[in-house]
């Protein structure tokens, strides 16, 4: 997004050079800005379809073994010029805890559609690939690059499918291709008090003896009030690495406690 402000000042300050030739005619330099930051978005994005049209999305989803490095990129340069264009302002806390070495298991509360990117984007140097719901598979151009980056397609309705979801997530772990991210509240919350978690999302870490990484977002849901004319403030809070050494039946409401804490300090501090 600050490249295509750059290139629109640029164009706009060349194109008003050109044609301005009276006080009078001031106005050109505003218009021109906002058509180059319309016409060089449209551009990226239509670049960005391009090279997505050419990744083959067949009814098997799981058929990629790891993630393209390339595609990897593109998808969080997409989330960075959404979220830059959202005018969030992100403040992560925590980053330190990751593990510097091999892959995990993320594992986050769920406020908004932006929650996944703002937390892919933070963290670009640890590549997630999301466990999601199948609706998002159809999303345009977003269909493409979840596909190539090994994002897991979930069908909760059958729980035959849902443990092959699962799997596939332990496999990507343990191949060492990339780390998984879930939300175990399984849908997007209404409120900073965490709904009944979906317990059997982390056998993903203990099939595959990875760690958990429990993290809490809060600020997202308020994005949609506050666009255009103000800016978001997310705060996105690593807060522990838990091995995954029991059950996930005692591994679930451990880690549910875990970032129920940390939203109700969020809570008490903003007075929500």
Not at 6 to 35: D, K, R
Request: charged letters at 25%; one cysteine or more; glycine letters at 4%.
């Amino acid at each position: 997004m600050p490249l295509v402000v750059i290139l629109s000042a640029i164009s706009a300050g060349i194109f008003s050079a050109l044609t301005i030739t009276e006080i009078s005619q001031i106005w050109i330099i505003p218009v021109s800005f906002a058509a180059g930051v319309v016409g060089f978005s449209l551009l990226y994005w239509f670049a960005l379809w391009l090279t997505c049209f050419f990744i083959p999305v067949k009814p098997d989803e799981f058929r990629y073994d790891k993630p393209s490095k390339l595609h990897l990129f593109q998808l969080n340069m997409a989330y960075w010029f959404v979220i830059t264009a959202a005018r969030i302002k992100v403040h992560a806390s925590g980053l330190e805890k990751i593990p510097e070495s091999g892959r995990f298991l993320f594992v986050s509360n769920h406020l908004s559609r932006f929650d996944n990117m703002v937390e892919c984007v933070t963290l670009w140097k640890k590549p997630l690939a999301f466990i999601s719901k199948p609706s998002n598979f159809k999303i345009p151009i977003g269909r493409h690059l979840m596909t190539r980056c090994c994002y897991v397609s979930i069908d909760r309705e059958s729980p035959k499918n849902a443990m092959r979801s699962i799997n596939r997530a332990a496999d990507l772990i343990k191949s060492d291709a990339v780390s998984v991210g879930v939300f175990p509240e399984g849908h997007r919350g209404r409120s900073y008090d965490l709904q009944e978690f979906k317990a059997g999302c982390f056998k993903a870490a203990s099939k595959s003896g990875c760690p958990i990484v429990v993290a809490t977002i809060c600020g997202t849901e308020k994005v949609h009030k506050r666009f255009p004319f103000r800016r978001t403030h997310v705060y996105f809070d690593i807060l522990e690495v838990i091995e995954a050494k029991e059950k996930t039946a005692e591994l679930s409401p451990k880690i549910r406690e875990i970032m129920q804490n940390n939203l109700d300090r969020f809570k008490e501090r903003n007075n929500d």
